[in-house]
Nanobody, 121 residues
Framework: QVRLVESGGGLVQAGGSLSLSCAASGSIFSINAMGWYRQAPGKQRELVAD???????NYADSVKGRFTISRDNAKNTVYLQMNSLKPEDTAVYYC???????????????WGQGTQVIVSS
């Protein structure tokens, strides 16, 4: 069984910073893409940033220049450094990973439980 455990959410004032982390554990042969999504109240879940392969990164236009995604493959962990936070960044942030459990299995998509980020104005 695979688990993704997020940490690092919280309450911060506008202009502040937060750092999120997500560690994958369990039956893992390899991890392909890892990334972060968010869902604000009444809105659909949206991509914030991801790392599909190697060091390639993708960012939503709304967070470019403010957020930085990184990963530590040795620790099966992905990070999201969020700077210059805005009230519109308020959402539940979810970690996502495409994980192969064995050498012969196809990647399966896994989600973390979510961590709340609240940015006050």
């Amino acid at each position: 069984q695979v688990r993704l455990v997020e940490s690092g959410g919280g309450l911060v004032q506008a202009g502040g910073s937060l750092s999120l982390s997500c560690a994958a554990s369990g039956s893992i042969f390899s991890i392909n893409a890892m990334g972060w999504y968010r869902q604000a109240p009444g809105k659909q879940r949206e991509l914030v940033a991801d790392m599909p392969t190697g060091s390639t990164t993708n960012y939503a236009d709304s967070v470019k220049g403010r957020f930085t995604i990184s990963r530590d493959n040795a620790k099966n962990t992905v990070y999201l450094q969020m700077n210059s936070l805005k009230p519109e960044d308020t959402a539940v942030y979810y970690c996502n990973a495409a994980i192969r459990a064995t050498a012969w299995s196809v990647p399966s998509n896994f989600w973390g439980q979510g961590t709340q980020v609240i940015v006050s104005s």
